[in-house]
């Protein structure tokens, strides 16, 4: 079976940058996050595997290779921009109509296709209405909706919630969650949003200088490492007490907060320990997870930054930063899945 | 993706007998995946070129207006060729000098009038065409999908190549179908038949110059509004300059006015020239001047498109 | 920090009202028919405070007065006293970013922020200082001396914010500071932010994202269609809420045996599965959280994770303005 995309030795220089260097993974899932800080080759990856620019090594996409199929690759693949891209003094439905028909489809099957793809971007009522006149939240809706027209095997959405408010990020994600199950197509959600991808996304491609530093699941990237014995537990008061009646039973405990502590069970234990103790040394528990590092620590991990105050360096477009760290820490070193699937 | 399925209620036993129904249906809107063919990406102008004179169709002062006028001035020419057909004009005719009937002579002139139509359809539609889209981040769209550069320039020039041809094109084929009809005999006809294909050579050229040149302008500047001006200003301030200096200088430079390069080539065609119009260009620097327009103009189309296809999709990080 | 949910003033006029930094008193604004807000009342008296509500509900508008680009229609909107709008002196003492991004691109940021100094007061000859060390505040020593046309959206962000400082100004006023911006610079600017409240500086950021408010600040003020819908500590809101019960998830191998235990109880409002979970909405969570350790304890149930969903500042903000407009 082939995988969603795959990358071998893929590299894209502009001159004396190296915008993608020896790129290998393989990417899979059905929502798959692409993170990474301004510059890291995001965009250039995206337009090499539209098949929109000239490259070095392999880019396949559903199996067809971008350089040279790249045509095919965009009738399959559907594409939502960050920033506007309308036709002025069109309509929703007439916008989503040509693009129906520039993808390659009959005109009425396109119509029909138009008016199912902008039913569920949730665009009904105003949808024979110039786009002129949307809200930014309608917009972002029938940007997805043109992108669904032509019943896509791949979606890429690229910051499918900005300018948003609250209850239409809220609607935007769910829609989006839906899509693998409603519309059969795999999603790669590209945003700065490390919390969003936590929360739709199942797998995580976190790209850094021109390199793929990190290919998986997001299980994988946060850790469940320690497995379920690693908890982070919450009590409404008094941590403290709780960790010495938790060590007493053979617990590892660390305080972290009065009402939060860290607890590594022993040995076939299960949180029933937890409630023990605390009914034993009457105290109330409110929360129990199993401890992972948050999106936040483990997406500067593999960046490999330190964290802290920090300024940035400058973008990509200086030969040295691109350079000097591209060479010095290969792709393939650091990549976690590369090639197996 | 599930295909549509109906859920059926429990069926009645006993006899069927004609009653009110005692079963119910609910059908599956699921949705179905799309298994029919793709049309080739060869056809996708054909997509950009229906959109383009779609558009252009709606309201009426875009381009509806426009058309009526022309059709108007086709009629109003038509008329006065047939009543006033063996009225003399002033114009030079031929080699010796002579002087024209007004049924040879309108039909070069009528260039004059279909080139401010098409000058006016040209700020409508042609030179807001890509900076329009430019503007509204329309490549994006395109370019995101199975479209080439080459199908979009395609695209265009034939579908505002198509709305021009409408004024430029039509109006003039007209007027020759009508002066053919007004010939005496079989014989006339024949020999007046050339005056077809002049007159479809000069509207091609006209359609060109209105459908490419002001495009060029719009890949050049990509403010919808500053490429209707540029272009504005350089047909009409240029070309007056580029007349006057004609007078004052020497004829060639008057090539550069688009309308007078048209008029030269119609006038050359039906060998005749009007008195009063010394300054028009040579016959060959006004064939230059308007394939070269065109040309830059198609040159500068394709430049634009190319980059917007590079840097229009994939955002900025 | 007061707590209200009603767009009226609060009950008692405290000495905190003479060192209060903005006094908005029962202040409107209208373009024309459409509202911009409507019968406004509030204090605030400093720190960091999270501004957040709907597309069009108001925000932008309140910020611009507060910035003295607009003036109220109806009522009194001041800071330290005096109006922005009318008051050069009192509008030295606002650093206003806004959300827009329009700006001369050809400038080096250290040009534009030393021109948008002077602009806002301060002396030719230091302004030139005050810009370099409004950059370096914000992380921009090695990038000030390239132009703006070549700047990443954090770097455009970064300047904006010391546009907003270099006059060194007391009251910050922050539009949608964070977008665009990707995730290291953002850690690294909500540091920055957080310093400058530190600094003693009030400042009042409006973003979409709720985490990243959540990450500033607990102290919110809500705007919802032209009023103020809720003001304070994110917390206690919650807990004012009473029309949507605490709800309290437990991940177990058995979630139909907690819900059995908690059936019969009178503060338990509605039980709900999901896979593998079970979510219990209870008006009393203190009782109900003992009750489902005892279950937990009795039954022998093995329990994933236990959680509140709705104790975070997403939750009350659905819960405030999610109601469809039945108000």
């Given amino acids: 079976m082939t995988a969603l995309i795959e990358l071998a030795e893929l590299t894209k220089r502009f001159g004396p940058i190296t915008a993608l260097d020896r790129v290998t993974a393989t990417v899979d899932g059905k929502i798959i996050g692409l993170l990474g800080p301004n510059g890291a080759?995001?965009?250039?990856?995206?337009?090499?595997?539209?098949?929109?620019?000239?490259?070095?090594?392999?880019?396949r996409v559903l199996g067809l290779e971008a350089a040279t199929e790249g045509a095919q690759i965009r009738d399959r693949v559907g594409y939502m921009p960050e920033q506007e891209a309308f036709l002025s003094g069109?309509?929703?439905?007439?916008?989503?109509?040509?693009?129906?028909?520039?993808?390659?489809?009959?005109?009425?099957e396109a119509m029909q296709r138009a008016h199912a793809a902008l039913y569920y971007a949730g665009v009904e009522e105003k949808r024979y209405q110039a786009i002129d006149g949307y809200s930014t939240g309608m917009k972002q809706r029938v940007k997805l909706a043109q992108a669904l027209v032509h019943d896509p095997e791949i979606l890429f959405l690229d910051e499918p919630t900005n300018g948003l408010d609250p209850p239409s990020r809220e609607d935007m994600l769910h829609l989006i969650a839906e899509l693998p199950a409603r519309r059969g197509c795999a999603i790669v959600l590209s945003t700065h949003l490390l919390p969003d991808v936590d929360r739709v996304c199942d797998h995580a491609v976190i790209m850094h200088r021109g390199a793929v530093r990190f290919a998986g699941t997001i299980d994988e990237l946060r850790g469940a490492r320690g497995g379920n014995s690693e908890l982070s537990v919450g009590v409404k008061a008094d941590a403290a007490r709780l960790a010495q009646a938790l060590a007493i039973a053979g617990a590892t405990c660390r305080v972290t907060s009065p009402i939060a502590l860290e607890v590594d069970l022993p040995a076939r234990a299960t949180t029933q320990l937890v409630f023990e103790a605390a009914r034993d040394a009457g105290l109330q528990v409110r929360e129990i997870g199993v401890r992972r590092e948050s999106m936040e620590t483990a997406f500067l991990r593999v960046i490999g930054e330190a964290g802290g105050t920090r300024e940035l360096a400058a973008p990509r477009l200086t030969a040295d930063a691109a350079g000097a760290d591209a060479?010095?820490?290969?792709?393939?070193a650091l990549l976690r899945d590369g090639g197996v699937r | 993706m599930t295909a549509g399925q109906t859920t059926t209620g429990?069926?009645?036993?006993?006899?069927?007998?004609p009653g009110p129904r005692t079963t119910g249906q609910i059908h599956d809107l699921g949705y179905k995946r799309y298994v029919g063919s793709r049309r080739s990406v060869g056809t996708r102008w054909r997509v950009i070129m229906r959109h383009q004179i779609a558009t252009a169709w709606i309201g009426w002062w875009r381009f509806k207006l426009w058309l009526i006028a022309a059709a108007l001035a086709t009629a109003i020419t038509g008329g006065i060729l047939y009543f006033l057909r063996n009225n003399l004009l002033r114009m030079i005719g031929g080699v010796q000098g002579a002087v024209l009937t007004l049924a040879d002579g309108l039909l070069p002139l009528s260039t004059l009038w279909y080139c401010k139509i098409g000058f006016l359809v040209s700020l409508t539609i042609s030179a807001t065409a890509v900076a329009g889209d430019v503007q509204s981040g329309a490549f994006t769209f395109y370019f995101a999908r199975s479209v080439r550069p080459y199908d979009y320039v395609v695209g265009k020039l034939a579908g505002i190549g198509a709305l021009l041809a409408m004024i430029m094109l039509a109006g003039p084929v007209v007027l020759a179908g009508v002066r053919l009809g007004l010939s005496d005999d079989l014989a006339q006809l024949i020999t007046l038949l050339p005056v077809l294909y002049k007159e479809l050579a000069i509207g091609l050229l006209g359609t060109l110059i209105y459908t490419a040149v002001p495009l060029g302008f719009s890949a050049l500047v990509t403010n919808r509004r500053h490429a209707l001006a540029v272009w504005a200003a350089y047909y009409l301030v240029i070309g007056l300059l580029a007349v006057g200096l004609g007078r004052l200088v020497s004829p060639a430079i008057a090539a550069l006015d688009l309308p007078s390069s048209l008029h030269a080539i119609s006038r050359h065609l039906f060998d005749t020239r009007l008195t009063g119009r010394d300054a028009d260009p040579p016959t060959s620097a006004a064939l230059i001047?308007?394939?070269?327009?065109?040309?830059v103009a198609i040159g500068l189309v394709a430049w634009r498109v190319r980059n917007a296809q590079q840097t229009g999709v994939g955002g900025s990080s | 920090m007061t707590l209200a949910l009603s767009p009226s003033l609060p009950p008692a006029v405290s000495p905190a009202v003479a060192t209060a930094?903005?006094?908005?008193?029962?202040?409107s604004k209208w373009y024309g028919q459409v509202l911009g807000v409507s019968d406004v009342s509030w204090r605030l008296s400093g720190g960091i405070v999270g501004l957040l509500g709907p597309n069009g509900a108001g925000k932008s508008t309140l910020i611009k007065m507060m910035g003295g680009l607009l003036l109220p229609s109806r009522g009194v909107l001041t800071v330290h006293g005096r109006s922005p709008f009318h008051d050069t002196e009192v509008r030295r003492r606002i650093g206003y970013a806004p959300e827009h991004e329009h700006t001369w691109d050809e400038l080096t940021a250290l040009e534009l922020v030393t021109a948008m100094a002077r602009l806002a007061g301060v002396a030719a000859a230091r302004a030139g200082r005050a810009a370099e060390d409004a950059l370096a505040q914000m992380g921009m020593t090695a990038a000030m001396h390239r132009r703006i046309r070549g700047f990443s959206k954090g770097m455009r962000q970064r300047t904006k914010l010391a546009t907003a400082i270099a006059h060194d100004p007391d009251?910050?006023?922050?539009?949608?500071?964070?977008?665009?911006?990707?995730?290291?610079?953002r850690i690294d600017i909500v540091e920055r932010i957080k310093q400058l409240g530190a600094a003693g500086k009030t400042v009042v950021v409006s973003s979409h994202v709720l985490y990243e408010i959540e990450a500033l600040t607990s102290d919110i003020l809500v705007i919802y269609r032209g009023?103020?819908?809720?003001?304070?500590?994110?917390?206690?809101?919650r807990s004012l809420i009473d029309r949507h019960p605490h709800r309290i998830r437990v991940e177990c191998d058995r979630p139909h045996a907690i819900a059995a235990a908690l059936a019969g109880e009178d503060h338990v409002v509605r039980i709900s599965f999901e896979r593998g979970a079970v979510v219990v909405e209870t008006r009393e969570p203190d009782t109900c959280y003992d009750q489902i350790a005892g279950a937990v304890l009795a039954a022998g149930v093995a329990v994933t994770a236990l959680s509140s969903p709705d104790n975070n500042l997403g939750a009350v903000f659905e819960y405030l303005t999610g109601d469809g407009g039945r108000r």
């Avoid at chain 1, 028909?101 to 009959?106: A, M, N, V, Y």
């Avoid at chain 1, 060479?327 to 393939?332: F, M, R, S």
């Avoid at chain 3, 009023?227 to 809101?237: C, D, K, S």
């Fill in chain 3, 171 to 185: 009251f910050l006023l922050l539009d949608e500071p964070l977008t665009g911006v990707d995730p290291m610079a």
């Fill in chain 3, 227 to 237: 009023q103020v819908l809720a003001e304070g500590n994110v917390f206690a809101i």
């Fill in chain 1, 327 to 332: 060479a010095g820490a290969p792709a393939t």
């Fill in chain 2, 289 to 295: 001047s308007i394939l070269g327009h065109a040309a």
């Fill in chain 2, 10 to 17: 429990p069926t009645s036993a006993g006899p069927q007998s």
């Fill in chain 1, 90 to 108: 069109m309509s929703a439905v007439e916008l989503c109509t040509y693009a129906g028909e520039l993808s390659g489809l009959p005109r009425t």
């Fill in chain 3, 21 to 27: 930094v903005v006094v908005a008193d029962r202040c």
């Fill in chain 1, 41 to 59: 080759g995001k965009s250039t990856l995206l337009k090499c595997l539209l098949g929109l620019m000239p490259y070095q090594g392999h880019a």
